[in-house]
Structures are given as C-alpha cells and as structure tokens.
Nanobody, 122 residues
Framework: QLQLVESGGGLVQAGGSLRLSCAAS????????MGWFRQAPGKEREFVAE????????YLADSVKGRFTISRDNVKNTVYLLMNSLKPEDTAVYYC???????????????WGQGTQVTVSS
C-alpha cells in the first residue's frame, strides 16, 4: 500500500508560479511511475504530467507544455510539479497518483492522494 500526501497549493495571480509536492510513504517509491492530474469544477479529471521511475523520462499534457515541469526525488520519496506562467484556467484541485505498471501514459493509476487546491486569479 502506498500513501500519497500533496502540499503546496494556494492562491496565486496569473503569471505566477507554484511548486506542488507529493510525499509518498513506503520504501519502494522508486518502483512506481508517478503522475499529476487535476480536476476543475464541473469538469472531468484530466492528466497533467507523468514521470517514469528513474525520473529521466517525463510526459506533459499539451495544455501545460512549456509551463509545467514534473520531477522526482527517489531519496526523499517525493514527486514535484513546478508550475510557471499560471493561467486562470489552471485553477483546479491537483492530485498526485502512482502506478506500478507503465502502460499507457496518463492511465491505469493505482494510488491517489487527497488533492491540493490551486487557484489562479486574473
């Protein structure tokens, strides 16, 4: 079992930056593929970013490419989402997730955090 706890959300003005963190429990963090998702009010949850086990390969949704960066620290059991040039449309609850099998990007996640709110004001 893996437990995930997100932090770092908050209120920021458009054009600003935030860094989200997701701390994972357990000693096998490096064996999981990690991802970030978000859900805006009245919308479906959507894929944001994914990082493979050693951190060397990442994937980003088209809507955040060039603005967001996903990274991980397998010593600290933490995955990060650095968000720059934030837009009001980035407002959502952001969720950290983990999966064992690296199948289709953005799908088949096994574990989820509780989420952290990000609000971008115009």
């Amino acid at each position: 079992q893996l437990q995930l706890v997100e932090s770092g959300g908050g209120l920021v003005q458009a054009g600003g930056s935030l860094r989200l963190s997701c701390a994972a429990s357990g000693r096998t963090f490096s064996s999981y593929v990690m991802g970030w998702f978000r859900q805006a009010p009245g919308k479906e949850r959507e894929f944001v970013a994914e990082v493979l086990r050693n951190g060397g390969i990442t994937y980003l949704a088209d809507s955040v490419k060039g603005r967001f960066t996903i990274s991980r620290d397998n010593v600290k059991n933490t995955v990060y989402l650095l968000m720059n040039s934030l837009k009001p449309e980035d407002t959502a609850v952001y969720y950290c997730a983990a999966k064992v099998v690296a199948v289709v990007v953005g799908s088949a996640y096994d574990y989820w955090g509780q989420g952290t709110q990000v609000t971008v004001s115009s």
